[in-house]
């Protein structure tokens, strides 16, 4: 960073935002090697939610998996969630700082998903037993220690998303664990719990809740922070996703499966990313995260180098009439006319800092509007400053201001906007952003990106936030029970992945068979006397493309393959017909099988029949054929080709190949 | 000596003591369904004696079945203990001087989760410490008066309140809090109207139906309508303030003697029946009256206590098929008073007349009140109306059967004689039998109605 003269004199804050990028030695993750995750010491870890699949919610008999638009609602409720002293009496973080965003909670009711219990007008019901027994099966998959009775609990969350202000949830089993390729992942636990509701919108100090998918039973399934890179990262949330479906009990679709993935880097601290919903894009946001607090690291390196002291650091401010100062930045003259205040700020030693890398396209200014927006209230833009990437403030602007607020070379010069109630809150943010850069990472929980980047959401809570529900009764788990329920579950995903393998199924269909829970479907076709590697490239790579382009019939189950080949079997038909029948009873799962074979034009043949017409065919061939010299491998292609189609499910493909080979060889 | 077994019992006690292990020790404890870590936490004195509870790292709970457990060792020892924090409650000049005065329940109490014990948040400091706002609406003092559940008042709790009330008034105060569970709030708020008559200032009673351990409780918002209304409102009454909607917006001021908790868990559960609320609160709004008659708040200090209360009075609820014995067996029992609420417009069958009669021969008062609440006991109507004021019932007009109760203990704790006993019975004290019910009275809108399913979208419930 260049010295100067003046706040905000010839400094290129594009500039210093590549410089600090390469000054930390950002690596961009497709040219990142495990050297590099060593560096800097990427560790990471997992929550894997999990819808079940129940007729009823969690709590109340309301219908699960039921949902409607964010205008279809029969009535609102208004909540406002005030923090409540933790056991230990003190207020937790998270609950402070929700408390200072003064948020008006507004929930959206429809009747046919939601009644008194969601709205916390009536105490709950007992437990759903079927979501219990599912839960206590994934957790003897995971190898946890079953717990002898379950405790309800209550976790607070103070952002409305449960109208009570905490969820109903309880351990099922502690320390387990999974086996990846290379190395065995620990699992904490194991909690059922009741979904949270869908966000509608969240302007200003008004945010909107749907209650549909409030109570659904949801599992979560804790790991130690036992992943050292972000593919790691990715196996476990793949190798947990794919227990989770193994039982063939878990909700699939859009939302069904979420995972929040710990980070943390070497000095870093633990930093929540919330609500990923697909495992792609967990190596990215990892990895992001990653280098983001190792930015930070060397912001508070900086920092301490210029202020060693940094409790007595404190930031200057100006409330200001931007007519008054002649101030040219358009964006803070066009907030001053719809009425916010415009305040100055002066922040001394943070030269350079605000414009310093973060993550891909982002700096610290970032750090500072992310949390103007969650805590204050006030939307995006918020803050500009002389460093500012997109809309810096003018070097006139700069200077003016730094005269106001009688700045200094070191200082940083900042503008924010808000309404008038909102700036109290605004500044007391900035602030203690600003000092938590001395101090180096923040405990938060963080908003996932589609470009792989976060944003702030809120304080991480701590562990005080978690109290017995006083409103419901343990509930033991007997011997007997957890035995019976031990006999039927299905196999290991690591038992599974050796099977594959040892049935020679290609590698790349693996994670779409697993997903999908088809191994037992492929077994039970192999039990029929088929191919291995035939059935696993059909289901991994035809259905797969299948799935992606044709609608599925709602009658469609998997198990209709498994007919399709007993079928196929009974009539003496060669297996590679089934490709071509496939897309049909996919879209058609009740037309009978022969029904299926008229509309492929399929006919009978025997060997002799479609072997009649090679000798024309050859003859043919030369006719059409313009080249002279013709290799005989031509010749037996293109004979080949006029009569797959019809030989298809007659004879092997392969025998019909080698008998024209003769006849033109 | 502490008991260090808090809550174990039987077989769980004794796996206890063989491991030699104590409540709050830290243990690893060897099961048969692996190892589990933990804090020992007491146990609800109901659950059975087969579990031990921990509390694991991540501060939830779990129960360790003692017969998978094939050893314990106690590693270390935590005692957590409990304690509001509390913070001096500050004097503002200018702002009036409110008392809250306590009974129990769930707006001035905190539950201990770990014993299942009620912890009361009580002090002004302690209040201060929740719901700072406070500050802003009253000079805040606070006495406890009993530590009971909203079911445990009583006839002797009416008297001592209504006492303790009246002495607040003669010191000065510019308004009363009355903190109180609520499932009988309306008893309460009933026996104070007839007790304390011709208040000068506002008496507030006030509860929450979700305890105040919980983000999104009632019960600080009832508490700062309820001082707002006790230091600020005009109505010099004894009132109800609880949530109008279920949602957070405001509350309603009910008077004493027409309000009823009509729902078992809404927050909105408290209506005035066949009448409007006296008024809505909201700290932005303030108090605004619905009704144009009430009492008016008054510089003097003018206060009448009456305390008076006969406990041998009951209420019957009449259903098809009651046998006379019901009434002979109160009759024998020397109860003085009986509050019917009977069906319709105040009926009940013919094969009680017979101990109607001889109920009234041995000089036991009976009122007749109806189970639908809304609406007059009107028996002139039909002869079995007729037949039973000729046996001696006394309708008591539209007076609800609560309060009715409450009434009659009252009245024949201060005479015996049947025409003054009709007399004080018919002759409202505070609207508890009003001449004319408002259509606006009786409002229960049926859901699934179009025009009502538009009204509940646009306006909260």
Known sequence: MAKKQEPGKHFDPHKNYRDTQKAIGYVSRAETTRKDYERIGFKSGLEVHQQLKTKQKLFCRCPAGLFHADNDYHAEIIRHMRPTLSEMGEYDGTALMEFKTRKEIVYRINNKTTCTYEIDDTPPFPINREALEIALEISLLCKFNIVGEVHITRKQYLDGSIPTGFQRTAILGVEGGIQLKNKKIGLIQLSIEEDACREISDIGHRRIYKTDRLGMPLIETVTHPHCLTPDELREAADYIRFLNRSTGKVRTGIGAARQDTNVSCEGGTRVEIKGVSHNKWLPELSHNECFRQWALLHIREILLKRNPLPDKWTMRHIEIDPFATNLEHPVALKFFEMGYRIVALALPLFHGILSHFTQPGKCFTNELSDRLKVIACIERPNITSNEDLEMPLSENDTTKLASLLKASPDDTIALIWGPADDIPTALETIEERCRMAFEGVPRETRRPLPDGTTLFERVLPGADRMYPDTDSAPIPLEEAYIEKLRDRLPTDIWVRYQQLAQLQIPEDTHAFLLRRNLVPIIEEIVALGFPSRFVGTLLGHTLKRIEGILPRHINFSYNRIVELFRFIKENNLHHALSKVMLPVIYQHPNMDFNSVLTSINFKRKTEEELLAPVDYLIEKFKEIKIAKKDKPENVVNWVMGQLQRQALGNIDPAVLFSKIKSKVM | ?461
């Open chain 2, 1 to 461: 000596m502490e008991d260090i077994f808090q809550g174990y019992k039987g077989k769980a006690l004794d796996v206890l003591k063989k491991f030699n292990v104590r409540v709050w020790g830290k243990v690893v404890i060897e099961t048969t369904r692996g190892e589990f870590q933990g804090t020992v936490l007491p146990r609800a004195e109901n659950d059975d004696d087969t579990h031990i509870v921990l509390k694991i790292a991540t501060g939830y709970n779990i129960g360790i079945d003692i017969f998978t457990i094939k050893s314990m060792k106690e590693v270390g020892y935590y005692k957590a203990t409990y304690k509001i924090p509390e913070k001096e409650f500050p004097y503002t000049p200018n702002l009036p001087k409110v008392k809250l005065l306590g009974t129990g329940g769930t707006i001035a109490s905190r539950l201990d989760y770990r014993t299942g014990a009620v912890i009361p948040a009580f002090s002004p400091g302690e209040l201060y410490g929740a719901v700072p706002e406070l500050a802003n609406i009253c000079n805040l003092t606070t006495e406890k008066l009993f530590a009971v559940f909203s079911e445990n008042m009583g006839p002797e709790q009416y008297k001592a309140l209504a006492i303790a009330i009246g002495k607040e008034i003669e010191n000065g105060v510019d308004g009363i809090i009355i903190g109180h569970g609520t499932d009988t709030l309306s008893h309460t708020a009933a026996a104070l109207t007839f007790m304390v008559q011709n208040s000068p200032i506002p008496i507030v009673l006030v509860g929450s139906q979700r305890s105040s351990d919980r983000p999104s409780s009632d019960a600080a918002l009832n508490l700062m309508h309820a001082a707002y209304t006790a230091g600020h409102s005009d109505i010099a009454e004894v009132m109800v303030c609880m949530f109008g909607p279920t949602s957070d917006e405001y509350g309603f001021l009910h008077r004493g003697t027409r309000v009823r908790k009509m729902h078992s868990s809404y927050r909105s559960t408290f209506r005035t029946i066949s009448d409007t609320p006296l008024a809505t609160v909201n700290l932005k709004d303030g108090v605004r009256p619905i009704k144009d008659v009430y009492n008016h708040r008054r510089k003097d200090r003018n206060v009448k206590i009456l305390p008076y209360f006969e406990e041998k009075v009951s209420i019957v609820y009449y259903y098809p098929n009651m046998k006379p014995d019901i009434i002979d067996s109160l009759v024998d029992n020397g109860y003085r008073g009986i509050i019917i609420a009977g069906t319709g417009l105040g009926h009940v069958n013919k094969p009680l007349y017979p101990a109607i009669e001889r109920a009234t021969k041995r000089g036991v008062h009976m009122f007749m009140t109806v189970q639908t609440l809304w609406g007059y006991a009107h028996m002139y109507v039909y002869d079995t109306g007729r037949d039973l004021m000729a046996k001696g019932i006394i309708p008591a007009e539209n007076m609800l059967p609560e309060t009715a109760y409450i009434k009659l203990g009252w009245v024949l704790g201060q005479t015996d004689d049947p025409k003054e006993v009709k007399r004080l019975m018919l002759t409202p004290i505070n609207d508890e039998i009003t001449p004319r019910e408002p259509y606006n009275g009786y409002l229960i809108y049926q859901g699934g109605v179009p025009e009502v399913e538009e009204f509940i979208r646009k306006f909260r419930k």
